[in-house]
């Protein structure tokens, strides 16, 4: 069947319209783009022209699972962070733009790490995609980088992502559960860990909307029954790996700063503890300075 790039987006259009998408057009117009190196001025331009069967048949199939509420990054398969465009996949969690404070209080607190020493080791904790670790390393070219995941297959794609950013010299991927992926090893002295662990209670994972309960892996979602297991793991070992000063950032979930806090407090490791807020006012982040 014969289709212009307009009879294909507004078909699509429809059929996002139907499944109760609330940006049907935009959405049909990105998942057209994405199958032209994301160039959106196109679908203007040739609004006339015949799509050949092939890409039609796959902008179908992307639109079908679109209706199903599978997230438009593991469509597409990339997701942008930090400016930079990350591949992704079900192995992984989708990169939010909340997680770009990390790295800038990253870089921030790297500023004044660098003043005393000539180069930083940072380590991070349940790498994902890689987009930190990667972000980070390519932000700080003199940094070594270390990135721990517990899943194989996250760690394949994060590899993926180094390679396509030219960083993989500089990374080092582990793959294991936190600080234990350096037990048996001489692991360096860290000056910067930052981390975006599972952060979600138990309870809390069954309300959550399906685009992400039924895709993303719930492995990097699940905190366990009060949302704070990572948070634990990675206090209770954090001083055997600190090159002090050492930064400790950590992405928090809402409503969290308080518990998070309490738990920072009662580790006695840090001489400075804190916290940053979001875009929308929301505390996102919690800091400890060993």
Not at 112 to 118: I, P, T
Request: proline residues 4%; aromatic residues 10%.
């Amino acid at each position: 069947m014969n289709q212009t790039f307009g009879e294909a987006l507004q078909r699509a259009s429809f059929c996002l319209r139907e499944a109760g998408l609330v940006q049907p057009r935009f959405e049909a117009e990105i998942l057209l783009a994405s199958l032209f190196n994301d160039d959106r001025v196109k679908l203007i331009t040739c609004q006339d022209d015949l799509l050949e069967e092939a890409t039609r048949l796959r902008y179908e199939e992307m639109i079908r699972r679109r209706t199903k509420k599978e997230p438009v990054a593991y469509i597409t398969g990339e997701k942008y962070f930090y400016g930079r465009k990350f591949f992704v996949n079900r192995n992984v969690l989708i990169p939010r733009p909340e997680t770009e404070l990390l790295v800038e209080q990253a870089l921030r607190w790297s500023q004044s790490c660098l003043k005393s020493k000539d180069k930083l080791q940072i380590l991070d904790l349940g790498t994902g995609c890689g987009n930190l670790a990667i972000s980070l390393a390519l932000e700080l070219p003199l940094a070594e980088v270390w990135a721990v995941d517990i899943s194989r297959a996250a760690l394949e794609t994060a590899g993926a992502n180094a390679d396509f950013h030219q960083v993989t010299k500089r990374i080092h991927f582990l793959e294991s559960n936190y600080f234990n992926a350096f037990k048996g090893l001489t692991a360096p002295l860290f000056d910067l860990i930052v981390s975006n662990p599972p952060y979600i209670s138990s309870k809390e994972m069954t309300s959550l909307p399906g685009s992400v309960v039924d895709y993303e892996p719930h492995q990097a979602l699940n905190g366990g029954r009060d949302g704070l297991d990572a948070f634990r793991k990675i206090l209770t070992d954090l001083e055997g790996y600190a090159r002090k000063p050492t930064v400790l950032l950590l992405e928090i979930g809402a409503n969290q700063q308080v518990a998070v806090g309490r738990l920072f407090r009662k580790s006695r490791a840090f001489r400075l503890i804190g916290w940053r807020v979001d875009l929308s006012g929301r505390p996102r982040l919690y800091f400890g300075v060993i």
